[in-house]
């Protein structure tokens, strides 16, 4: 099938245009930014994500996919059109539908003959009914005739290229028959389950996805602070949740909070049009409510412990808002970084970063912190040192060179990628998620003990 995507070079578009290129399909991943094209066409990739160079590199070969910033060509070689652009954050909460609606205008002002327009990118319920509506009014003929589908994407970071490749199910919203022939063509080599529905029900499908996972992500970190407060150990509770098909193990791992281009912006989304339609949400305001209160705890340890935080040095792990990704949208290490500077603005602290893939991030946070070049540089004289990414290399660490490096022994391991009676035996100061601070006098006291 001839397929284009508009938005093409950015992180759902590009990873949808080179899946579907693998499946055979003939791609045209279209977009406005030159620069991002030029990459692309010299065989590069505006972004990080493990396995795109590889699916980027057999799509080329295959000569089954073509980068251009030419929309004429996008709409009239192909019989399925697919946007993908961004539907970032708009004011209190809602989505910000603007670069959809002008794709919206510029695609129906070239269609000539009949298309399915797809909206790949997360937009409310009722976007669909409202991209009719526009490709209407912007048609040059009133009666060329086209179909909107809603399909909406499920691709986690870090994980996007297996997710697309190998999804757990698709999702199709249609609301006449021959869309979805169209739909299930497009799909006939992916051996999953098709959830096929109108176009309101499939919208709402990865609001309700994404609320839910960031509620498990909140409950857990809630459970964690009580674990803490009453000594028990939140590793043996996880043991005892997982095991329970009931639950299960995913996004159940405590950690600073849920971040990242998708869960914040979909749940903040789903309370604005929620509320427009008469409907209250308590549990899910609650959900984001828990998730500021995580890096504030964060913050508030770091300073008790170092007591005078005047000239003292942090050291900080990871930048990308989860490990595989150069992401840092939503990161909740940057969001750590803007309140720890914040509030303590007139201590001159320094703020040494290191992540293996980020090595900058917007100003003004830019310019006020260190990025050394290797990890070892990061944790030179560090008074504190705090794990923000659950990067592999991160937990290969050699934790008794790190307690020679550091001048004041502290970490702050908001992913508990280490071992903690090690640590605490090493002779670190130690905070874990959910990890009670006196377990390790327990540990101190079976210590002390088998020394005499």
């Known amino acids: 099938m001839n397929v284009s995507i508009i938005g093409g070079t950015g992180y759902v578009g590009l990873i949808t245009g080179l899946g579907l290129a693998i499946h055979g399909n003939n791609v045209i991943c279209m977009d ?7 990459t692309l066409n010299n065989g590069e990739l505006p972004i990080y994500e493990e396995g795109l160079a590889e699916l980027l ?6 000569n089954k996919i073509v ?3 030419c929309l004429k060509t996008a709409v009239n070689k192909s019989e399925l059109i697919m946007l993908a652009v961004g539907t970032p954050e708009g004011k209190n909460g809602e989505t910000d539908l603007s670069h959809l609606v002008q794709a919206l205008k510029l695609v129906a002002n070239q269609i000539d003959s009949y298309r399915t327009i797809v909206i790949k990118s997360t937009a409310p319920v009722g976007t669909c009914e409202m991209a009719r509506t526009i490709i209407k009014d912007h048609l040059k003929n009133r009666f060329t005739p086209f179909d909107v589908v809603s399909n909406p994407e499920f691709l986690r970071e870090g994980n996007a290229v297996r997710d697309f490749l190998k999804p757990e199910r698709i999702v199709i919203g249609v609301d006449v028959y021959a869309s979805e022939v169209i739909m299930k063509e497009l799909y006939q080599s992916f051996d999953v389950p098709i959830v096929l529905t109108d176009t309101r029900s499939s919208e709402m499908v990865k609001y309700a996805c994404n609320a839910y996972l960031a509620t498990r992500i909140s409950f857990i970190n809630e459970i964690s602070e009580i674990s803490e407060k009453v000594n028990a150990d939140v590793h043996a509770i996880l043991e005892g949740m997982k095991l329970d098909k009931r639950i299960g ?11 990242g281009p998708c869960l914040t912006k979909d749940l903040k989304s789903l309370i604005s049009f929620a509320g427009k ?6 549990l899910l305001k609650a959900v984001l409510e828990r998730n500021e209160v995580q890096i504030s705890n964060i913050i508030d340890y770091v300073i008790s412990e170092l007591q005078d935080v005047r000239g003292k040095k942090i050291a900080v792990l990871g930048l990308s808002f989860k490990a595989g990704t150069n992401d840092t949208r939503n990161s909740p290490a940057v969001h750590l970084l803007e309140k720890l500077l914040e509030k303590l603005l007139d201590t001159k602290i320094l703020i040494h970063v290191y992540d293996p893939v980020v090595k900058s991030i917007e100003e003004p946070l830019n310019s006020r912190v260190v990025f ?14 705090i794990v923000m990414t659950e990067w592999p290399k991160f937990k290969e660490l ?8 550091m001048r004041t022994p502290l970490i702050v391991d908001t992913r508990n990628i280490f071992p ?19 377990r390790f006098e327990t540990i101190q006291s079976t210590l002390e003990k088998s020394i005499v």
Do not use: M, Q, W
């Not at 406005?32 to 030029?38: A, F, H, S």
């Not at 193990?249 to 971040?259: D, I």
């Not at 339609?277 to 308590?282: Q, R, S, T």
């Open 398 to 405: 050699d934790l008794e060179k790190i307690y020679h490096l």
């Open 249 to 259: 193990e995913l996004y159940l791992n405590p950690g600073p909070g849920f971040g």
């Open 32 to 38: 406005t930014d030159l620069r991002k094209i030029e």
């Open 67 to 69: 980068f251009t910033n």
């Open 372 to 385: 050394p070049k290797n990890i070892e540089d990061t944790l030179r004289n560090a008074d504190c040192l």
């Open 277 to 282: 339609a008469n409907a209250e949400l308590p």
């Open 57 to 62: 590199k057999e799509a080329t070969d295959r």
């Open 420 to 438: 903690y009676r090690k640590v605490y035996s090493l002779g670190f100061r130690y905070k874990g998620i959910g990890i009670a601070s006196k």
